[in-house]
């Protein structure tokens, strides 16, 4: 190469979409990837682009879900007991941000970033080629307290420039014929979209590797080594053979991964892994399901892909980076359908059938977008949840436009990297 590299570390949704708006400053690119490419939380997920969801995971009344939860082996959420002094860090920090001053501070941020990454998707659709449809969400309600519930988040959303429409079941029973979903009632976000994941991570990877992107697969970051605030090299172990990278810029984007090459930096970035679950089935004939929607009590989400088949998934499983598959948590998914949709069989999958994922969780439910504290050539993309997928192109643009200094299409503040101490 002529000059440095501009280097990733991570080759999921948010590295190739990082590395993606920096091809459009003309840098040269390596993205160094742990996996063989064919695995990663964008995989399986549920494809969902989502505005709508403005309101962090860290935010009032999920302390007491999360301790009810655990009670259940069924339940949607749970945290594996383990001496952990990250864990128990993380923890206190949630617990200090899940109140409404956070949740306020927050929606501002996660919306604007919501919104940016669906106009750039939009964009991208015909170029990538993947599809992509605008067909909205539809939360479903089963109790009336959680419609009420809500249904308040629908007030605020039209407040704040999403629509949003509070449905009774009739009108429900409209937008899904099919399967006549039993609740009391539920939130349509008209401006949602979905896509299929798989699809959009292959294209884009071609996308990169047509236009010079260096992908090195099966690497890993073995050291890093910095002098005068700045990254000098990495140390990285690719193929069995051992080498050393010196990048202009370094970009950790490693999703759930993160936080511990944070440590080898010496940088504090809290992270956990949630994981989480999908299964993968054909439509029914007669009884196909057309709007991606969520089952907000069992917080299943499940979305029509390319017209053939759907996906339903869930749970967030906080057990560290644990490829072990809990099938009491995909039996919970299960028998959610049911009790929403009481006319769709969906049977419990084989173990080989599930597939899983990690989430990067931040303690505060924000992903942590800009340059670090303690190198000027260090940055982070990382930390995005259930998210990834949906803010992923925008956060790649913030990402080029922080890293050549250009201004960012939006404010940055609640995102910065360092903001839980260096």
């Keep these: ?20 708006y920096l091809l459009e ?8 990837e742990k996996s063989d490419g064919e695995e990663g939380c964008s995989f399986g997920n549920a494809g969902m682009v989502v505005p709508s969801h403005f309101i962090p995971l860290a935010s009032p009344g999920m302390i007491e879900k999360g301790l009810k939860w655990m ?3 069924e339940s949607p ?43 750039l998707y939009h964009e991208l659709a015909e170029e990538l080629k993947y599809s992509y449809e ?24 039209n407040k704040i420039g999403l629509k949003a429409e509070i449905l009774d079941t009739k009108e429900l029973h409209e937008l899904e014929p099919n399967i006549k979903p039993d609740v009391a009632g539920g939130i349509y976000f008209p401006g949602d979209a979905h896509l299929n994941p798989s699809e959009l991570v292959k294209n884009l990877k071609v996308y990169l590797l047509n236009k010079g992107v260096e992908i090195k697969y099966n690497s890993e970051v073995i050291d890093f080594y ?3 605030n700045k990254i000098e090299s990495i140390k990285i172990k690719s193929s069995g053979k051992v080498e050393l990278l010196e990048p202009e810029t370094l970009t950790i984007a490693a999703g759930s991964w993160s ?41 299943v989400a499940i979305t029509p892909m390319s017209g053939s088949f759907v996906r339903f998934g869930g749970t967030m499983e906080i057990g560290g980076l644990d490829d072990t598959i809990n099938m009491n948590r995909v039996r919970g998914i299960v ?23 990690f989430r990067p969780c931040s303690p505060d439910g924000l992903p942590y977008i800009g340059v670090s504290g303690i190198f000027k050539n260090l940055f982070i993309n990382a930390g995005h949840a259930m998210m990834g997928i949906s803010l992923a192109p925008g956060s790649g643009k913030l990402m080029s436009q922080i890293i050549t200094k250009e201004k960012p299409e939006m404010a940055l503040e609640g995102f910065l990297p360092e903001r839980f101490g260096i």
């Excluded at 992270?271 to 009590?297: R, T």
Aim: aromatic share 10%; with cysteine.
């Design 259 to 299: 936080g511990v090459l944070a440590k080898k930096l010496r940088f504090n970035l809290p992270m956990q892994a949630g994981k989480g679950y999908s299964i993968s089935k054909s439509q029914l004939a007669g009884k196909e399901i057309f709007i991606p929607n969520i089952l907000v009590e069992a917080r």
């Design 226 to 228: 910095g002098n005068n």
């Design 335 to 357: 028998k959610s359908i049911p009790d929403f949709f009481p006319e769709y069989d969906l049977p419990m999958p084989n173990q080989e059938e599930v597939w899983h994922g």
């Design 77 to 119: 959420f749970y945290v594996k007991p383990r001496l952990s002094l990250d864990l128990i860090k993380w923890g206190l920090s949630f617990y200090k941000n899940a109140n409404q001053k956070h949740v306020d501070k927050s929606i501002p941020y996660l919306r604007d970033l919501g919104l940016l990454s669906k106009s």
């Design 71 to 73: 009670l259940d082996s």
């Design 134 to 157: 605008e067909k909205g969400l539809v939360m479903y309600c089963k109790k009336a307290e959680t419609f009420e519930e809500e249904s308040q988040v629908a007030d605020l959303a």
């Design 1 to 20: 190469m002529s000059q440095k590299p501009h280097v990733i570390v991570g080759g999921g949704i948010i590295g190739l979409f990082t590395a993606f």
């Design 25 to 32: 400053t003309g840098r040269e690119i390596v993205i160094i």
